[in-house]
């Protein structure tokens, strides 16, 4: 016999939080105004050309705005960086508007949009397609420009409904 479809959405949601994703600050500014989502559902499509996919809960209030700014900055957080996570996903008593008052921020000089300093990696580009699936929408994101950290080398991940810290080693490699 089947599950019922809320069990089913819970079960669905407890098996995710068993997958380590990635954190990132997702920003857009543009005449609709500026704002930002914490995500961790950001994933690579294809490198030729450089194309990503966003997922959004349909009932985030990035959604219009983001749908009528078209461009945006995807901010790949570094391990320092989960207050900013916090902030931008809702879980700190500060406001939206107050979001970006609270660290680093810098407009990017092509496509000004809100870049993070510090982050592991700015990855901006523009909406080229999305569509509904179910309570989220889909977003295919064709990037044009990128900026990775290479003073940074500890990522910030969300596992098991909690934040964590992965680190890359140190490492010399000798050839002989």
């Known amino acids: 016999m089947d599950q019922p479809s809320s069990t089913m959405a819970l079960q669905y949601r407890e098996a995710m939080s068993k997958v380590a994703a990635a954190v990132h ?21 294809t490198d030729t ?28 957080l570094a391990a320092s960086q989960q207050d900013v996570a916090e902030h931008f996903a809702g879980l700190t008593s500060i406001s ?42 889909v977003f295919y994101v064709a990037i044009e420009h990128i900026n990775v950290n290479s003073q940074e080398n500890q990522g910030l991940l969300y596992f098991q409904r909690q934040f964590a810290q992965t680190a890359v080693p140190v490492c010399e490699t000798h050839y002989v």
């Open 96 to 137: 939206a508007s107050e979001r970006f008052l609270q660290n680093e921020w810098q407009n990017h000089h092509h496509t000004t949009q809100p870049q993070l300093v510090g982050a592991l990696a700015h990855l901006h580009g523009h909406i080229i397609d999305s569509h509904d699936m179910g309570s989220h929408s």
């Open 49 to 76: 050309p450089p194309t990503l996919l966003l997922c959004i809960n349909r009932n985030a209030r990035i959604q219009p705005i983001l749908r009528a700014n078209g461009q945006l900055c995807v901010n790949v």
């Open 25 to 45: 600050v997702v920003t857009t500014e543009g005449h609709a105004g500026r704002y930002g989502i914490t995500l961790t559902a950001v994933m690579s499509v």
